[in-house]
C-alpha cells in the first residue's frame, strides 16, 4: 500500500470519527457533511438528507442515555469508507426513538451497532447505522 492511499485511509477515519463525536454530543455536524448527504438509522427508520436536515436531526433528535458506553468491536475501511462494529452499553431509561424505538424499560440493555461512512474529498456523504438488540 503506498503512502497516499495510507495517508488517505487516515484522513477518512479522523472524519468518521469526527462525525460520530459530534452526533453522540448531539452537536453540529453539518460542517462535516456534503450538501447531498444522507443518514440512515436501522431498522427504526430515522435520519435525514442533507447536511442542514441532518444537523437540524442530530442536534433535536438524537438524544443517548446517560450511562451509554461504546465499544469497538472491528474497525475496517479504506479510502472511501470506514465500517464499525460497536456495542452499546445503556440503561433503556427514556425513550430513544431513533435508536431503538419503543416505550423505555429501565432495563440494562446492549445492542450491536455497524455504521457505515463514506467520505469524499474530506466530508461524509452517508452514514448508515444498523443496530440490533444483543440477546
Known amino acids: ?68 458506553t461504546v465499544r469497538r468491536s472491528s474497525r475496517t475501511g479504506d479510502r472511501f469508507r470506514v465500517v464499525d462494529e460497536e456495542v452499546f452499553t445503556f440503561t433503556h431509561d427514556r425513550e430513544l426513538p431513533w435508536l431503538l424505538p419503543g416505550a423505555a424499560t429501565g432495563k440494562p440493555t446492549e445492542l450491536v451497532v455497524v455504521t457505515l461512512t463514506a467520505v469524499k474529498r474530506g466530508q461524509v456523504t452517508r452514514a448508515r447505522m444498523v443496530c440490533a438488540e444483543r440477546r
Open 1 to 68: 500500500m503506498t503512502k497516499a492511499v495510507q495517508d488517505l485511509m487516515i484522513a477518512v477515519e479522523r472524519v468518521h470519527d469526527a462525525l460520530h463525536t459530534a452526533v453522540r454530543a448531539a452537536g453540529p455536524v453539518a460542517h462535516l457533511l456534503t450538501e447531498d448527504a444522507t443518514f440512515d438509522v436501522l431498522p427504526s427508520g430515522a435520519g435525514a438528507s442533507g447536511a442542514a436536515e441532518i444537523d437540524r436531526f442530530v442536534t433535536g433528535q438524537v438524544v443517548l442515555p446517560g450511562d451509554l
